[in-house]
């Protein structure tokens, strides 16, 4: 996977049907989180801070 097709999957975090048993009638759905490319829960965030970073013509590695 490139850096594009990583980049594409933040905010794309898979969800599964949860099954109940025999009980049908509600759908319940949990969000895999463990499956986000950087394997955590804010990368939504730091995508932000990133691109803002770049859109302001700062480096966000050297915090100037």
Same mark, same amino acid.
């Given at each position: &996977?490139?850096?594009? @097709? ?8 898979? &969800? ?5 048993? @025999? $009980?049908?009638? &509600? ?5 895999? @989180?463990?499956? $986000? ?14 691109? @803002? ?12």
């Amino acid at each position: &996977m490139n850096s594009n @097709e990583i980049l594409n999957q933040i905010g794309a975090t898979p &969800m599964f049907r949860i099954g109940l048993g @025999e $009980n049908d009638d &509600m759908n319940i759905y949990a969000k895999a @989180e463990y499956l $986000n490319p950087g394997g955590s829960i804010k990368d939504r965030v730091a995508l932000f801070i990133i691109e @803002e970073a770049e859109k302001n013509g700062k480096s966000p590695t050297s915090g100037k």
